[in-house]
Nanobody, 124 residues
Framework: QVQLGESGGGLVQPGGSLRLSCAASGRTFSNYGMGWFRQAPGKEREFVAAINRSGGSTYYADSVKGRFTISRDNSKNTVYLQMNSLKPEDTAVYYC?????????????????WGQGTQVTVSS
């Protein structure tokens, strides 16, 4: 089992940047494919980005492609989400997730473990 904890959320103006971090503890971090999802009020949780176990492959939702970058440091048991050119529609609670059976996945149902989430608000 793995425990996940997100940090780095906050209030930022449109066009600004934030970097989210997700620290993992428990079993070997490099055994897990990692992903970021987000959930806005009144909406379903949606896929944002995913990275495979080694960090060599990534995948993004069309809505964030070119603005967000997912990365991981297996020596620090941490996955990151660098968010640039933020828009008001990026406002949501952001969750990191771990998948133990898939190296990379975009479907919410393929992830076994979830963090508690961190709030990101983009507003002037």
């Amino acid at each position: 089992q793995v425990q996940l904890g997100e940090s780095g959320g906050g209030l930022v103006q449109p066009g600004g940047s934030l970097r989210l971090s997700c620290a993992a503890s428990g079993r070997t971090f490099s055994n897990y494919g990692m992903g970021w999802f987000r959930q806005a009020p009144g909406k379903e949780r949606e896929f944002v980005a995913a990275i495979n176990r080694s960090g060599g492959s990534t995948y993004y939702a069309d809505s964030v492609k070119g603005r967000f970058t997912i990365s991981r440091d297996n020596s620090k048991n941490t996955v990151y989400l660098q968010m640039n050119s933020l828009k008001p529609e990026d406002t949501a609670v952001y969750y990191c997730a771990a998948a133990d059976r898939f190296s990379i996945a975009t479907s919410r149902g393929l992830y076994n473990y979830w963090g508690q989430g961190t709030q990101v608000t983009v507003s002037s």
